[in-house]
Structures are given as structure tokens and as C-alpha cells.
């Protein structure tokens, strides 16, 4: 490797020593052809040292042909495997980066603190329908779900007064279920804001306010979060499937269609 080097760095340097051979029959190549036949002489490692070696070199030449001082070949030699060691140790942290993430993939869905259930609520319009439909789903601290709702809201309300009747019907849910210190969370920001800022006005959406508060109150639900849309799938997809039911519906945990069962697989190993 040092004498392929030491032949790019001068050619007419070490006329004894052993060089990289021209491709036969053609001693003239361009760098292309030369680079291509290098890669199918060199294994993958030995190609990538010397790319790497022979770049460096070429600076250092670089800078000798523009009136910068020369540095011995042993010195850009020298330089280069530091810059390789350097490029192997990125290439290495890369790799077990990558077998972390494999190993322990990121959850999309973030799990409640220790002894608390967590309830996913949301809210879906059907523009075409002119009403909403409202879903949740209530998971343990391993993410495995112990209960799923579904309802049809027809009437026309704002957007935050049906994500504020998605909380309120899915509390309801979890005192009549007998379920206890549940965190309950919703990708609505306005409607976390509603129920935790005390209001004067007497609107629909405001006594919605109101009658959460109390509920939580009453019904030890220990709080509502605000979390990010992309956490809230499995909610957001219970809600758009109960368009299609007249009725409302209640899963409980042995009931789960395989669809829901993979959306929750899905939903912590992204």
C-alpha cells in the first residue's frame, strides 16, 4: 500500500521498489478506468484504505504544486492512516447505533408512569357526513390494550367541543368499567387548555369544560396530557372505524380485532 502511494506521490521515485500496475495493454488510463480496476483488485477494506490514503496524499501534493511547503511522504502517510482510524471508528459507532435501534426500537407510543393506565381519546369529523365519531383506547404500562370505544357524535359541534366529548364520554367509560388512576391523553391542545382553564362563559364547550374537571375529580383520573398526533394512531384509527357503526361499541381485552391487535404492534415498534 505505501509503495502505491509513494508511486502516485512520484512516479520516478523508487525506480526499484514495487508499484500498482497499469491495466495491460492500456498504461495510459484515465483515473476512472484506473479506479475501476483498483476496486476489482482490492478487496472492499483494501479499496476503501486506499481511496482514503491516496486522497490524503493528494492534498498534501496538492498544496506542494501551489507553492506550499512539501511534507515527507512518511508524514502524509502518516496523516492519512490517522484520518482512516478516525473514519473507521464513525463507521463503527454508526454500526452499533444501528443495532441499538434494531435491538430497542423507538416507541412511538410513550407508556404512563409506574401503576397508571393510560387512555388514548380522539375525535374524527366525517365532512361528508357532516358529523363526528369519537374513539379511545386504554393500554397498561407494556402498551398492551385492555380496552377499546367507539361512538357516534350526530350532531353539529366545533372541532374542540368533539374532542372535548371524547374525553368526557371516555372518563365516563373508565368509572363505569371500574378503572382507577388512568392518565388520559389527547392530541387536542385547545381542548387540554379548555378543561384546565377556569372560564366564566356558559357555552356548550365550556360546561364540557366544567363537567370533565369534575369527573377527573371525582373519578380519580389522575390527568390529561396533551400528546403529539403521531402518538395518538390507534385512538384517532378506533374513532374513524366507528363511523360505520350506528351504535356505540365497548372491547374489552380477548375482544380486540386482529386489525386493532396489529395497529398497537405497530404503534410501539416504529
Same mark, same amino acid.
Not at 32 to 36: D, S
Not at 86 to 105: G, Y
Not at 129 to 132: M, P
Not at 158 to 162: A, E, I, L, R
Given at each position: 500500500?505505501t ?11 523508487g525506480?526499484?521498489?514495487?508499484t500498482v500496475?497499469?491495466p495491460?495493454?492500456n498504461?495510459q488510463?484515465n483515473t ?5 480496476w483498483?476496486k476489482d483488485?482490492?478487496?472492499?477494506t483494501?479499496f476503501?484504505?486506499f481511496a482514503i490514503?491516496?486522497c490524503?496524499?493528494?492534498?498534501e501534493?496538492?498544496?506542494?504544486l501551489?507553492g506550499?511547503?512539501?511534507k515527507?511522504?512518511a508524514?502524509?502517510v502518516s496523516w492519512s492512516?490517522a484520518i #482512516?482510524s ?5 463507521? !463503527?459507532?454508526?454500526? +452499533?447505533?444501528?443495532? *441499538? ?5 423507538e @416507541?412511538?407510543?410513550?407508556?404512563p408512569r409506574l401503576?397508571t393506565?393510560?387512555?388514548?381519546v380522539?375525535a374524527a369529523?366525517?365532512?361528508n357526513?357532516?358529523?363526528?365519531s ?11 390494550p ?9 350532531q353539529?359541534i ?5 374532542e372535548?366529548l ?10 363505569d ?5 388512568v392518565?388520559?391523553a389527547?392530541?387536542?391542545l #385547545?381542548?387540554?387548555q379548555?378543561?384546565?382553564? !377556569?372560564?366564566?362563559? +356558559?357555552?356548550?364547550? *365550556?360546561l364540557?369544560?366544567?363537567?370533565? @374537571?369534575?369527573?377527573?375529580?371525582e ?5 390529561l396530557i396533551h400528546?403529539r398526533?403521531?402518538?395518538n394512531n390507534v385512538?384517532?384509527?378506533?374513532a ?8 356505540p361499541f365497548?372491547?374489552?381485552?380477548g375482544?380486540f380485532s386482529?386489525?386493532?391487535l ?9
Open positions: 500500500m509503495f502505491a502511494l509513494k508511486s502516485l506521490c512520484n512516479p520516478n521515485e525506480s526499484g521498489s514495487p500496475a497499469s495491460q495493454g498504461s488510463a476512472l478506468e484506473l479506479c475501476l483498483l483488485q482490492f478487496s472492499k483494501e476503501e484504505e490514503h491516496t490524503a496524499v493528494w492534498k501534493k496538492q498544496k506542494y501551489h506550499d511547503k512539501e515527507p511522504l508524514n502524509n492512516y #482512516l478516525d473514519f473507521k471508528k464513525a463507521r !463503527t459507532k454508526e454500526k +452499533i447505533e444501528d443495532a *441499538s435501534k434494531k435491538s430497542n426500537p @416507541r412511538i407510543w410513550n407508556p401503576r393506565l393510560k387512555l388514548n380522539d369529523v366525517d365532512d357526513r357532516h358529523h363526528f369519537i374513539g379511545g383506547a386504554l393500554r397498561d404500562k407494556q402498551g398492551r385492555l380496552l377499546a370505544f367507539g361512538k357516534q357524535i350526530n353539529p366545533s372541532v374542540v367541543h368533539g372535548l371524547a374525553i368526557r364520554e371516555c372518563i365516563i367509560l373508565m368509572h368499567k371500574g378503572f382507577t388512576d392518565q388520559v389527547t392530541d387536542s #385547545l381542548a387540554v379548555t378543561v384546565t382553564t !377556569t372560564r366564566d362563559d +356558559i357555552g356548550y364547550t *365550556s364540557c369544560a366544567t363537567d370533565i @374537571r369534575e369527573r377527573m375529580s373519578y380519580e383520573i389522575s390527568e400528546v398526533r403521531t402518538t385512538a384517532h384509527s378506533i374513524r372505524f366507528a363511523f360505520d357503526f350506528p351504535s365497548v372491547w374489552l381485552n375482544d386482529p386489525w386493532l396489529k395497529l398497537v404492534m405497530d404503534d410501539l415498534n416504529k
